[in-house]
């Protein structure tokens, strides 16, 4: 039986990590950067002074009725924190006081049917 135990705690050791996950990241549908947080899935989009964040569930189906939260975006070396307000389906939006250009590094932070979620979004090196 001990031969076992350790059999399996060796086996559950060595397995990749990724079998643990929810699996892979669905699609940036909106043309945003896409991250897990919690229990859903966020899609941000930056572009010019606009910042919309979609959410997800873990199906991957629309998550409407999102209360509000806030984005933090790094433009030029200064964060810039903007209130995220719920948008047309499951959207939220909010106005950078100045223009995102380059590498859009952010994080967000909601609060979704009385549960938080929050990510950091960095696109890939």
Not at 75 to 91: F, M, R, T
């Amino acid at each position: 039986m001990r031969l076992a135990a350790t059999a399996f705690g060796l086996a559950l050791a060595l397995a990749p990590v990724s079998g643990f996950a929810h699996g892979e990241l669905p699609p940036a549908i909106h043309g945003g950067l896409v991250q897990e947080a919690g229990e859903m899935y966020l899609e941000l989009v930056v572009k010019g002074t606009d910042v919309t964040a979609y959410v997800l569930d873990q199906a991957r189906k629309p998550v409407p009725g999102t209360q509000a939260g806030t984005a933090t975006v790094l433009v030029d070396g200064k964060n810039h924190k903007v209130e995220l307000k719920a948008a047309e389906g499951n959207s939220l939006h909010a106005v950078l006081p100045v223009e995102a250009t380059g590498r859009i590094v952010a994080t967000v932070a909601l609060k979704i049917g009385g549960r938080t979620a929050s990510a950091r979004f960095m696109p890939a090196a």
